[in-house]
Structure formats: structure tokens, C-alpha cells
């Protein structure tokens, strides 16, 4: 009888941990979501339903920048955006289709419109930080590369606002209110020139991006260039870094216990490729155009790397380096099983949310999204991954499982420890 009561109370009380109801962590300023297409778009959800709302009350102010509503609002949305990413301070954005003509057509949108993170770069005046993830099990091409290498690219000017044109014969001259100068004298020749600018304030707002990024993540800064042979044009950019430097951050850096090193480009290169990692290069717009996807492939796979956009201002967006993987999501359209690597969409929210608890002196925020980035790390670690993350990982004695789309994201969320 004793026994039988004792049995009834012992079932009672225990406490299932799947069914307990857990207080949730509060926000106190919101986070600017913007949400996106395609596959991404189907992540996105799974991300916030299987992995944030559970734990989090979430506050967000929500904009779809979905291609179908830019096309609706005339792209006023993404504006509106980027103006709440300034205003809020910090910002998460999934991946968005760039309109082309195909896409054009495939939406019957009203135009062109331009891709939403150069618009977004633009207003926010940013420099774009990539950031690897690396895993224990998937090594770097290059050994040595034991920290991240993050990619500071300069996103304005030079190639990119270039002026070109063809030549048949002649001189040619720059003319400015400084005087004029000769490019070359081609003679009877044929052939082709190019001009090119850039503005104090961008290089200005560049540097001081890089710099505040450092210290935010408590890495050394490296910046390179050609500027023995581009004595004004790439020296400029030396000279303002330099001149910041000097004036603005040399004790900052000191105290961080973090350093600032300029070199030229060549030896960047070298110095590069026999580091261990851990610390930023910053390069100018075409160097990193360049460079970031040779260091991406390096470090892995796109899947595994966030893209950070930081004001001069101290404004952040985060989101995931790769696009809308448009390939999965037709065969997600067609009813088919994907096995689309969420991490980089994952850590996008994850880096949102603890900026987001920083600012706000939120370190139950702090903790749980650096829990879910563990616990993300720990499922790869541990053998569950994505198809693409399957050719890349060995581990003595992990056996590989390979997940789909849906499938990771809850063996991550059961990985969640708090
Ligand atoms: P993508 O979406 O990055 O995908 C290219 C290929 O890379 C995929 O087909 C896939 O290879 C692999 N891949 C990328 N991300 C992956 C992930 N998370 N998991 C597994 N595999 C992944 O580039 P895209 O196909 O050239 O572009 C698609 C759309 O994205 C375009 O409309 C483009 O405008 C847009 N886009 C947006 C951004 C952005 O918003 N920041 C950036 C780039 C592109 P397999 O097919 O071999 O599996
Ligand atoms: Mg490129």
C-alpha cells in the first residue's frame, strides 16, 4: 500500500524537461528582421520557430524584403530597412534575390530593381566583415589557418565606378581644377584607358569601420595596398588609415592588446598564407572583391560564413554570405527533400542577437545565443551535418549522419543547452 502511494507521488513530481514552460528571455530593444527569398526564406522560418521563439519573447521589427514586395513598394521597403538599422543600431537579413533580366520576367517585376545590399551599403555607409565558422573536422585548405581570417572590403569606388573607353590614337589627358596631366600618348597605337576615383570621406569611413571592428572583436587589423607604385591614388588610402590611426585609435588599440599593421600587397599575400589566422584584412574594393572568395573557399564552404556590415556610425546588419540557394528551393517548390546548410543563416541571427543583448546590457541574450551557437558547432562536431559539409569533415571515429534541411535545425535545437 505505502509502496503504492510512494509510486503515484514519484510520477507526479517528476518533471519532464521537453514539457516544462520555460520563462522566456525578455528583449528590450528590437532587432530590425528582414526577411528574404527562396530557400533562405524557408530557413529563416525553421530558424526562428525550432531555435529562437521557443527561448526568446522575441521583439522585431519585421520588414519582407521578399522580391515580390520591393517589386510592391517600389523598393521603399528596403530603404526603410536600412533607415531602421541606423536607428535601431542593429539589424539581421536573410539572403535576397538581386533582380536580372530573367528574374524580371520570372516576377513580372516593374523593373530592375537594384540588389538590396547595395542599397542597404549604401545608406549604412558600411564595410562588409566576412566572417568563417570554423568547425573541429573540416580543416582549411590552407593548415595553418587555425583562426578565422576576416575580409574587410572597402565597398565604394575605384573599378567599380570606373570610367572606361576605347582609343584610337592621340593623347590623353586628365583635366581637373588642379591642373592637367597626361595619361599617355598613344600615338598611331589603338588601345584603352581607365579612370578611376575615390572619395576622402569613403576611404575615411572605411578605416574607421575596420578599426571599430577590430576592437569589437578584439583582433589585429592588417591593411594593404600597392602604394609603391600608386604613389597618390593607393598612398591616399595608406595615409588616411595612418593618419586615424594615430590620432583616433593607437590607445584604444594598445589597451585591447591588439595591433595595427600596413603592408604592401604582395606581402600581405605571403604573410597570409603562412599565418595562423585570427585578425582582419582590410583591402580595397577590387583586392577584396578578390581575396574574400579565395579565403572563403579556403576556410570551407559559403555555408559557413557571415557577412557583417558595419556603420561608421556603430551600425550593424549581419547575414549569411551565400545567396537564396535558388537550386534547393526548386526542389523544395517541387515537393522534394533538401539538405540546405543553415549555418552562416543561423550565426547571422545568432551575431544579430548578441550585439543586440551587449547594447542592451542583456546578458541572458548574450548567453543564449552564444548556447545555440555551441550547440550548432557541437552537431557538426558530433557528425550531423548538411550534404554539403559531408565531403569537407573527417573526424576519427565520428560517423557521418546526414541531415535534411529541417532535420539539422532541431538537432541543433536539441543540442541547446542553458
Ligand atoms: P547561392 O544562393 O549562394 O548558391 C550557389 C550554390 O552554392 C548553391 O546552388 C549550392 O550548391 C551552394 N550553396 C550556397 N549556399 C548554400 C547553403 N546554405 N547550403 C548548401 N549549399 C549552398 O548563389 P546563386 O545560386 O548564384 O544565387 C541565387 C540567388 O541569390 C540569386 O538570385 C542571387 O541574386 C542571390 N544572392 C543573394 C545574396 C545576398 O542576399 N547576400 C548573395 C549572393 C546571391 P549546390 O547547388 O551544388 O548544392
Ligand atoms: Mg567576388
Request: with cysteine; proline share 2%; net charge negative.
Amino acid at each position: 500500500m505505502d509502496e503504492t502511494v510512494e509510486k503515484v507521488e514519484t510520477v507526479e513530481t517528476v518533471e519532464n524537461p521537453e514539457t516544462v514552460e520555460r520563462e522566456k528571455i525578455q528583449m528590450i530593444t528590437p532587432l530590425v528582421e528582414m526577411d528574404g527569398d527562396e530557400m533562405t526564406r524557408v530557413l529563416w522560418k525553421w530558424v526562428k520557430e525550432i531555435l529562437i521563439e521557443p527561448y526568446v519573447d522575441l521583439k522585431t521589427e519585421y520588414y519582407d524584403l521578399s522580391i515580390q514586395n520591393r517589386d510592391a513598394t517600389d523598393d521603399k521597403i528596403t530603404e526603410k530597412a536600412a533607415n531602421a538599422c541606423l536607428k535601431y543600431g542593429v539589424g539581421v537579413k536573410c539572403a535576397t534575390i538581386t533582380a536580372n533580366a530573367q528574374r524580371v520576367q520570372e516576377f513580372k517585376l516593374k523593373k530592375m530593381w537594384p540588389s538590396p545590399n547595395a542599397t542597404i551599403r549604401a545608406i549604412m555607409d558600411g564595410t562588409v566583415f566576412r566572417a568563417p565558422l570554423l568547425v573541429e573536422g573540416i580543416t582549411p585548405l590552407v593548415p595553418t589557418w587555425i583562426r578565422p581570417i576576416y575580409v574587410a572590403r572597402h565597398a565604394y569606388g575605384d573599378v567599380y565606378k570606373g570610367v572606361e573607353m576605347t582609343v584610337a590614337g592621340g593623347e590623353v589627358k586628365l583635366t581637373s581644377n588642379r591642373g592637367n596631366k597626361e595619361v599617355f600618348d598613344f600615338g598611331e597605337k589603338t588601345g584603352i584607358v581607365q579612370a578611376i576615383h575615390n572619395t576622402d570621406e569613403s576611404i575615411t569611413s572605411f578605416a574607421r569601420s575596420c578599426f571599430n571592428y577590430a576592437l569589437e572583436e578584439k583582433v589585429d587589423l592588417w591593411f594593404s595596398t600597392k602604394d609603391t607604385i600608386s604613389k597618390i591614388y593607393d598612398h591616399r588610402f595608406k595615409d588616411i588609415f595612418q593618419n586615424l590611426y594615430d590620432t583616433e585609435y593607437h590607445e584604444k588599440f594598445e589597451q585591447a592588446g591588439i595591433t595595427y599593421f600596413y603592408t604592401l600587397i604582395d606581402d600581405a599575400v605571403a604573410r597570409v598564407m603562412r599565418s595562423n589566422g585570427g585578425f582582419i584584412w582590410a583591402l580595397k574594393n577590387y583586392d577584396g572583391d578578390v581575396m574574400s572568395d579565395m579565403v572563403a573557399t579556403a576556410f570551407g564552404s559559403l555555408a559557413m560564413m557571415t557577412s557583417i556590415l558595419v556603420s561608421p556610425s556603430g551600425a550593424f546588419e549581419y547575414e549569411a554570405a551565400h545567396g537564396t540557394v535558388t537550386r534547393h528551393f526548386r526542389k523544395y517548390e517541387a515537393g522534394e527533400e533538401t539538405s540546405t546548410n543553415s549555418v552562416a543563416t543561423i550565426f547571422a541571427w545568432t551575431g544579430a542577437l548578441k550585439k543586440r543583448g551587449e547594447l542592451d546590457s542583456n546578458q541572458a541574450l548574450v548567453d543564449f545565443a552564444t548556447a545555440v551557437e555551441n550547440a550548432t558547432i557541437e552537431t557538426i562536431e558530433s557528425g550531423t551535418m548538411t550534404k554539403d559539409l559531408a565531403s569537407l569533415f573527417h573526424k576519427e571515429g565520428v560517423e557521418i549522419k546526414v541531415a535534411n534541411s529541417k532535420e539539422f535545425i532541431e538537432a541543433i535545437a536539441a543540442n541547446i543547452k542553458l
